[in-house]
């Protein structure tokens, strides 16, 4: 075997030398996206609005600044199935502060901020930079707008922006695509969607939901289009994250927090109210319904959020609640929410929340008497605990514990209700009051359950000819 050379050695270590420089200069070059992350560049070919909502350190950044850079440059991979520009386009960079902006998002796609060594070793090459970036005021080597060779010959324009800048700093340019690294504030959201109309443009969000059900988290997790779409990435998508290192990632977060910072999840405050697994409480529909099981409605009245009605079925013989049915309506008014009602359970008396007994704006009338007027079964004084009390803790509390001995059971078509369930939790160790109308329809029926009755189900003409255990009398016999 020949002794290399002088000659040889030197070309070897120019050639390492030309190749460590390619992946300084040139790192895009070299990303390779895992599953997840491949789906969220995807989808961009036919939705308009796309969130890549993750845990923490798992690489959503790192997609965000990958996607903007060959939007900048047209230099996509062959294995690119997302959207494509074949001209120069213009795009904005947004975060939470023009701080966080520079040292998340432009040193991703720029490099280490302030070392001069270090421009052009981010997503975006050296060579591909056009002059250099212009400085934005207020923050040390933050760059406003930075100017990009696009593969076609034309120049791509990108500027830097910070939510703190407020709504009016996002109105006025066109754009191609946007941007945003942690989660936007709805008005600005909406602000930069009218940015991206004209062209048919982009929007894309990178974040981990640790605020819970924002406008914006809804918008993509409820709100169905066909323009909008979300990739969920957890722990086990970071391929970068070895395996036996996750046990330990899990165990330095609160247990609150790990659906958010592990999983990618939304975050509920400090912590689910209810923690059962849903399997545990759900069962078919009850068919046949024995005449002597109690029922018993419980209203959650739609004072500035929807209307609320749970019937519960109240087994005495094994002490166990029964959620039969759930209505959830919004906008609607008492005779709609009593129509609805009183098709399942029209002769089923009806417990009610304090708020009954506020009079009405528009008539002068107590709530509950506006139900009351129309033919409901309400009771004749808002819910309390036997002993006179209103406590929503004992609530609860007993929901809790019939839930973990087995006598708590919901049917499992009633979605509304389960979807509920999974969201309540509390925040600074008060139960967050939102989107919280049917589990308060509950809590209000188990808190009054001593005044359910057995009754036939259905509406006045359903019920004829069912059988009841007894007809004109004035007591309850049970």
Not at 213 to 222: A, Q
Not at 327 to 346: F, N
Request: proline share 5%; charged share 25%.
């Amino acid at each position: 075997m020949a002794v290399p050379t002088t000659a040889d050695l030197r070309e070897t270590l120019e050639l390492l030398e030309a190749l460590d420089r390619r992946k300084t200069y040139r790192a895009f070059e070299y990303f390779e996206p895992y599953p997840k992350q491949r789906e969220f560049f995807a989808l961009s070919a036919t939705k308009r609005e796309i969130m890549l909502t993750a845990g923490n350190q798992q690489g959503k950044t790192h997609a965000g600044a990958y996607k903007a850079a060959v939007h900048l440059t047209g230099e996509y991979p062959a294995w690119w199935t997302g959207r494509r520009w074949d001209r120069p386009t213009r795009g904005w960079i947004c975060g939470e502060t023009s701080l966080s902006v520079r040292d998340t998002q432009q040193k991703k796609l720029c490099g280490e901020p302030g070392v001069d060594a270090d421009f052009g070793t981010g997503m975006i090459p050296k060579a591909a930079f056009v002059d250099k970036p212009s400085l934005s005021r207020g923050v040390t080597d933050a760059y406003d707008t930075i100017q990009v060779r696009h593969k076609s010959g034309g120049i791509s324009v990108a500027r830097f922006k910070s939510y703190e800048q407020g709504r009016a700093k996002f109105q006025g340019e066109t754009l191609d695509w946007i941007w945003d690294d942690e989660e936007c504030p709805y008005e600005i959201y909406l602000e930069q969607l009218a940015r991206i109309t004209a062209t048919q443009g982009l929007i894309y969000t990178t974040y981990t939901s640790m605020l819970g059900e924002t406008k914006l988290t809804e918008r993509f997790h409820k709100e169905e289009s066909p323009d909008r779409a979300v990739v969920t990435m957890g722990l086990k998508d970071a391929l970068h994250i070895p395996p036996e290192d996750h046990e330990k990632i899990i165990a330095q977060y609160p247990e609150y927090q790990r659906v958010a910072r592990i999983y990618g999840g939304i975050m509920r405050g400090e912590g689910r109210v209810f923690t059962m697994p849903e399997a545990a409480i759900t069962e078919p529909p009850v068919e046949y319904i024995p005449p002597y099981w109690r029922k018993l409605w419980g209203f959650d009245f739609g004072i500035g959020h929807p209307f609320g009605a749970v019937l519960i079925l109240w087994d005495l013989d094994t002490d166990t609640i029964h959620v039969h049915h759930a209505i959830r309506m919004s906008d609607t008014l008492p005779l709609q929410h009593w129509q609805a009602v009183k098709l399942i359970g029209a002769d089923v008396p009806i417990a009610w929340p304090k708020d009954g007994a506020d009079r009405e704006k528009t008539t002068g009338q107590p709530l509950a008497a506006a139900y009351k007027k129309h033919g409901a079964r309400m009771l004749d004084a808002p819910a309390t605990w036997p002993d006179g009390s209103m406590s929503t803790e004992a609530g609860i509390s007993e929901m809790d514990e019939r839930m973990k001995t087995g006598r708590f059971k919901v049917a499992a078509h009633l979605s509304e209700w389960f979807e509920e369930y999974r969201n309540y939790h509390r925040k600074d160790n008060l139960i967050v009051k939102t989107k919280d109308d049917l589990m308060s329809a509950t809590r209000i029926a188990i808190m009054m359950k001593r005044y359910a009755r057995s009754v036939a189900l259905g509406s006045e003409q359903a019920r004829r000819g069912q059988s009841v255990m007894c007809q004109n009398v004035d007591f309850d016999p049970f």
